[in-house]
């Protein structure tokens, strides 16, 4: 089994940036993928990006491509979603994911996930 806990949420003004973690902790070896999600109310959970956990492979949304990074570090069992230049419409709740076999980024393939953290963007 696989914890996964998320950081890092907030209030922020349009064009501001905030960087979210989610830490995994657990049966962290059975991990190959991890990705972020996120849903505003009312909306599905769409994806947002995705990374292998060691081939460094990366995918994102059109939406917040050029805008959003995602990042691992296999020592803390931790990734990344570095968030600039944000928009009213990136407002939602923000979950991390994981996956026991290759990057995917569809929801219904992902094995874990975490309680979500939530981003509101206004001014």
């Known amino acids: 089994q696989v914890r996964l806990v998320e950081s890092g949420g907030g209030l922020v003004q349009p064009g501001g940036s905030l960087r979210l973690s989610c830490a995994a902790s657990g049966s962290t070896f059975t991990i190959n993928a991890m990705g972020w999600f996120r849903q505003a109310p009312g909306s599905e959970r769409e994806f947002v990006a995705a990374?292998?956990?060691?081939?460094?492979?990366?995918s994102y949304a059109d939406s917040v491509k050029g805008r959003f990074t995602i990042s691992r570090d296999n020592a803390e069992n931790t990734v990344y979603l570095q968030m600039n230049s944000l928009k009213p419409e990136d407002t939602a709740v923000y979950y991390c994911?994981?996956?026991?076999?290759?990057?995917?980024?569809?929801?219904?393939?992902?094995?874990?996930w975490g309680q979500g953290t939530q981003v509101t963007v206004s001014s």
């Open positions: 994911a994981a996956r026991r076999n290759s990057m995917s980024t569809m929801k219904y393939e992902y094995d874990y």
């Open positions: 990374i292998s956990w060691t081939g460094g492979l990366i």
